[in-house]
């Protein structure tokens, strides 16, 4: 049984002029231990999304199911209870300004109903685990963004929830910031078994940690599955948009054909454009180009522009596809 | 007036004066507390929103916020002899004080309550935060920097009205104002009852922004 299930989910806006579809028919299955990004532009629902999860955002329909309880049918008492189960870590941290960092994390335990006693002894735990043992004191204007998040994780963790779902949360961090919390995050799924959600705009922290990943376009669910399986063949429209978002490629694509080969495995690490080049005699221009390392597996993909020869160009692309490189189309679709 | 007439009148009228002004303040707090907290959690965007409720009440505080204070002095007076038995000094003017000061004191507590960073009471709300948890655990300490700094203000403009109250009645240096420096062209006495409240007013901004400032933790060091 899934953890997280969501079925059916809509979610309508109505305004006083017009209805904005955030959410439309979304399923979607998170398991027990995973990872899951949720990516999308901004503007796609993702946020919504996840604020449906933990019933902050009532959905207009269908069910969110979390550790087999269907959310729709608990009291406003049994909800709030559950949400000890479900923390959430924000962009902008959301700490108490008013309140330490101690403060800030009892803050979690004192709604909870948490003991004194057993509210020191766990904040202490946690100040370890997060790594802010001597900023004990500080309140939160006195700490750096990266900081500020690692109380908001230790407060996140503080009533020992099942899932943590994270809004961007790394979204106003520096790169190196974004990895230490990123890394941060990893750990305690991994040593705690907490599956965690995140929601996020950039692709490079779906890379970096997700096990799994959905894209979420325009209010819909375009894709889903394990971060290689969509990484390496990306099939809506979307998820091409967001994987090749990054080429920087734009201009001077459409009209001559392209075409894009995806290494997978042993065949990363072999020269296979040097061979090619050498064996043809063609040339060709490497538009774009990037290895990734996703969940411990490399892959890599390369988008090449073809010379105006048609024989040539069916020249090459039959030496790619004897080296057992998968070779597609490039369209007006990846960008 | 002579000097030695002079001191034991003044002090008279400081003491009635503050008098008058904290226990009006108190009492507006007392009654604008809960009306802030209702009118923030009513209201389209609050956690409970009630439509009726919060155009109700947010209609009565701009009316009696849109009365002039010495107006509703006057209108209040049979309520005014109810309660304290009389409608002239120091405790019976206590009464218009609090129907004045009460809604102002309403509005400046809401906006410092709306003041608090949304994110915050959602992070509160996402913990399975109750909605008296939020308010008391949250929202309030969250905002009292804000609170505190609306509370000098408050209190500075029940003392102004204080001092109006005098003339119809009312006590404390305003009263000593009216009837010793207007209706007795004592200018001596008019000159010193404005210097004291203008120090009286400066003691409340001091203190309150010393207190505002000592308990914001929100500044860096």
């Known amino acids: 049984m899934p953890l997280i299930e969501l079925r059916h989910l809509t979610k309508t806006f109505k305004g006083k002029t017009q209805t904005v579809e955030a959410l439309r028919d979304i399923n979607l299955c998170i398991d027990q231990g ?27 329909s269908g069910n969110v199911i ?20 479900v923390s959430m870590i924000f962009q902008h941290f959301n700490l108490l300004q008013q309140r330490d ?51 908001a994780i230790a407060r996140a963790l503080a009533t020992n929830p099942k899932i943590i ?39 490079s922290v779906v890379e970096s940690i997700c096990t799994h990943v959905a894209i979420i376009d325009n ?68 538009m774009y180009a990037d290895t990734r390392d996703v969940g411990g597996k490399a892959f890599g993909q390369m988008i090449l522009q073809l010379p105006e020869d048609k024989l040539q160009q069916e020249k090459i692309i039959y030496y790619l596809q004897s080296k057992g490189l998968r070779v597609e189309e490039v369209d007006g679709d990846a960008h | ?15 009635d004066t503050l008098y008058m002004t904290t226990v009006s303040t108190l009492f507006a707090y007392l009654l604008g507390m809960p009306l802030a907290i209702l009118l923030v959690l009513t209201a389209p965007k609050g956690l409970r929103p009630q439509a009726v409720v919060y155009r109700v009440l947010d ?55 709306l003041e608090v960073d949304p994110g915050v009471i959602e992070a509160a709300q996402s913990m399975g935060a109750s909605v008296p948890e939020i308010i008391f655990k949250v929202i309030i300490p969250e905002a009292k920097t804000s609170l505190i700094v609306g509370a000098t203000i408050s209190s500075g403009t029940i003392l102004g009205y204080s001092a109006m109250s005098g003339a119809i009645g009312g006590g404390g240096l305003g009263q000593i104002a009216i009837s010793y420096g207007y209706n007795r062209y004592q200018t001596d006495v ?9 120090v009286l007013m400066q003691v409340i901004q001091i203190i309150g922004m010393y207190i505002s400032r000592k308990t914001d933790k929100r500044i860096r060091e």
């Open chain 1, 34 to 60: 995973d990872i899951y990004g949720i990516i999308g532009m901004s503007g796609a629902g993702k946020s919504t999304l996840v604020r449906c999860i933990n019933y902050l955002e009532r959905p207009t």
């Open chain 1, 66 to 85: 979390i550790d087999g309880k269907d959310l729709s049918t608990l009291t406003p008492k049994a909800l709030r209870q559950l949400r000890q189960q």
């Open chain 1, 101 to 151: 960092v101690r403060g800030n994390i009892a803050f979690a335990m004192e709604i909870a109903g948490a003991k004194r006693a057993d509210i020191d002894k766990r904040i202490d735990e946690l100040l370890e685990l997060v790594g802010l043992t001597e900023r004990q004191h500080n309140y939160p204007s006195q700490l750096s963004g990266g900081q500020q998040q690692r109380v």
């Open chain 1, 165 to 203: 779902l994270c809004d961007e949360a790394t979204s106003a961090l520096d790169p190196t910031t974004t990895t230490s919390i990123l890394n941060l995050l990893r750990e305690i799924n991994q040593k705690l078994g907490i599956t965690i959600v995140i929601i996020t705009h950039e692709m």
């Open chain 1, 219 to 286: 209010g819909s669910l375009a894709e889903h599955g394990t971060v290689e399986s969509v990484f390496s063949q990306p099939k809506s429209k979307a998820a091409k948009k967001l994987i090749f978002r990054k080429t920087g490629a734009d201009g001077g694509i459409i009209g001559d054909r392209m075409i894009r080969i995806v290494f997978e495995g042993n065949a990363s690490s072999e020269p296979v454009i040097a061979s090619l080049v050498l064996e043809c005699h063609v040339s060709v221009n490497i």
């Open chain 2, 1 to 15: 007036m002579p000097i030695e007439k002079m001191i034991p009148l003044m002090l008279e009228g400081v003491r």
């Open chain 2, 59 to 113: 209609a009565v505080v701009n009316i009696f916020r849109s009365i002039p204070f010495l107006i509703l002095m006057i209108l209040v007076i049979p309520l005014t002899r109810l309660i304290a038995g009389k409608a002239y000094g120091s405790t019976a003017t206590i009464v218009p004080l609090v129907i004045a000061a009460a809604p102002y004191v309403a509005r400046m507590i809401e906006s410092s309550l």
């Open chain 2, 190 to 198: 008019l000159f010193v009852t404005v210097i004291l409240l203008i």
